[in-house]
T-cell receptor, first 113, second 112 residues
Framework: NAGVMQNPRHLVRRRGQEARLRCSPMKGHSHVYWYRQLPEEGLKFMVY????????ESGMPKERFSAEFPKEGPSILRIQQVVRGDSAAYFCASSAAGTDTQYFGPGTRLTVL | EDQVTQSPEALRLQEGESSSLNCSYTVSGLRGLFWYRQDPGKGPEFLFT???AGEEKEKERLKATLTKKESFLHITAPKPEDSATYLCAVQASGGSNYKLTFGKGTLLTVNP
């Protein structure tokens, strides 16, 4: 029973580089959510996706951040031209259609030098 | 705007010393209230969902309760392995009813 999988677990980037974070939902789950956890802050909603559709990206910064969940393969959160303020833990969660409970992955810890 | 406030921020207990964690929330309409446990360096682990005032859920030494304004996570006779950060989150009814709004968590330490 594989849970939500995220990779890489740790990612180090220099300012200006691109960061690409991957998330594979639990088997049978078609809904994916991305959250960000800044130091000393609670988890903050970023984006909600279903296969090939972005349902709500209201929590994502308007520039440099994008997300996708293609028909085949994992969901990807992409951060272009990273800045130090992007350093955080990024968590992916998934849920089955018609259910409320979101199950979280282990997170990707992004460090921007 | 939905808000979740957890207290205390940190709590130290001796093994076997029961206590409660508080989660106060403000939401236009509550769809569900969720409790998660998070260990250092890991993702939140789902514990409970509560949907209506008066509802209670139990799992081992943990019991979650819900009123119209707050939820409590009661820990009975805790053990050192219960040490973790406990997170509370709400899901509002209405348009964005999938979005979880989290509190900052309560860091629980149980000493042997």
């Amino acid at each position: 029973n594989a849970g939500v999988m995220q990779n890489p677990r740790h990612l180090v980037r220099r300012r200006g580089q691109e960061a690409r974070l991957r998330c594979s939902p639990m088997k049978g789950h078609s809904h994916v959510y991305w959250y960000r956890q800044l130091p000393e802050e609670g988890l903050k909603f970023m984006v909600y996706l279903q296969k090939e559709n972005i349902i709500d990206e209201s929590g994502m910064p308007k520039e440099r951040f994008s997300a996708e969940f293609p028909k085949e393969g994992p969901s990807i959160l992409r951060i272009q031209q990273v800045v130090r303020g992007d350093s955080a833990a990024y968590f992916c969660a998934s849920s089955a259609a018609g259910t409320d409970t979101q199950y979280f992955g282990p997170g990707t810890r992004l460090t921007v030098l | 705007e939905d808000q979740v406030t957890q207290s205390p921020e940190a709590l130290r207990l001796q093994e076997g010393e029961s206590s409660s964690l508080n989660c106060s929330y403000t939401v236009s309409g509550l769809r569900g209230l969720f409790w998660y446990r998070q260990d250092p360096g890991k993702g939140p682990e789902f514990l409970f969902t509560l949907y209506s005032a008066g509802e209670e859920k139990e799992k081992e030494r943990l019991k979650a309760t819900l009123t119209k304004k707050e939820s409590f996570l009661h820990i009975t006779a805790p053990k050192p392995e219960d040490s973790a950060t406990y997170l509370c989150a709400v899901q509002a009814s209405g348009g964005s009813n999938y979005k979880l709004t989290f509190g900052k968590g309560t860091l629980l330490t149980v000493n042997p």
